[in-house]
């Protein structure tokens, strides 16, 4: 399992927007070969900052596999324009976790 | 309930050392009152990088309690030292969630 990072700026004021955009993409990446799951969240001391974290069954279904599929193109189309600047995406390993 | 969220910049070589720390200093955290869950993850780009994430049932149990108490002496003595540069902790509501 490996988990996708992303801090997500999105451009002040189109945070609903933003928002909305997303209820109708998540579809699109939870519909992928090997997504486990998926968190968005916000930022309480910035509100037009976002926290996107994806599990993935392995590193290639997001970076070969979601990445180059048709769907990755409609997720760019609804989504990467409410971003600036431009994310960072990263993959963790999981280390310690505590329930 | 609240996520805090930070990146730990480790300083290179010291990764194994900090693991070890965090191993000894996991159950200071765990103990606190509001304490819901912990997960430290390495990055795959940057393996001298970590992810912390703590959920807290809510704010305050992590920003006043946890930090206000004795064990987050013990805590900071532990690990604080591992990271250049200090990192920026903050919290993030949930917006969306698939599993």
């Given at each position: ?8 700026e999105?451009v ?71 971003y600036d600047p ?14």
């Open positions: 399992m490996v988990l996708e990072h992303a801090v997500l999105v002040p004021a189109q945070e609903t927007a933003f928002e909305e955009a997303f209820a109708a993409a998540k579809t699109l990446i939870s519909a992928a070969a090997g997504f486990r799951s998926l968190h968005l969240a916000r930022c309480v001391e910035n509100p037009n900052r976002y926290l996107l974290l994806v599990e993935w069954e392995q590193l290639e279904d997001h970076t070969i596999g979601f990445r180059g599929s048709a769907a990755y193109q409609e997720w760019r189309s609804l989504l990467h324009h409410f431009f994310p960072t995406v990263e993959h963790y390993e999981s280390r310690v976790t505590i329930r």
